[in-house]
């Protein structure tokens, strides 16, 4: 199909940007320019989430993508889940839980539900095949 096809192809430099995650500097492509180029390749696609599900210090976001293709319209989901929380040892007068951490928010750009959103777009857009090629180990 085509637009499989046009989705494959790869995403232009100036759309990726790079963050270090855990230690590691990785290449992504932010949600708002996938978007954009589901507009370009598949227009007339849907997307959706799910309620977001908290569960345990995580929430959880369900994505799906609908490109409409000629033989059909085609769904693609995938699951995002962020931390809510995030654990370090204490500093200065600050009291530890029984675990010998303290709690504290979520770091990251956006609260975590928005945060994962927008890895479930990346996750189901990746498997209709955009920015695949990211997602691939060296």
Known sequence: ???YQDLRKDIPA???STRVQQGTEIVYCAWTHIVKM???YAPGFSYHISLPVIHA???TVKASIVIPTAEGDKTFEALGTEPLYEYRRPKGNET???TGYVRTRSIGYGAAPDRAESAALRRAAAKAGFGIALWEKD
Do not use: K, R, S
């Open 14 to 16: 100036a759309m990726l």
């Open 57 to 59: 210090d995580f929430v």
């Open 1 to 3: 199909l085509e637009i």
């Open 96 to 98: 530890a839980d029984e």
């Open 38 to 40: 589901l507009h370009w």
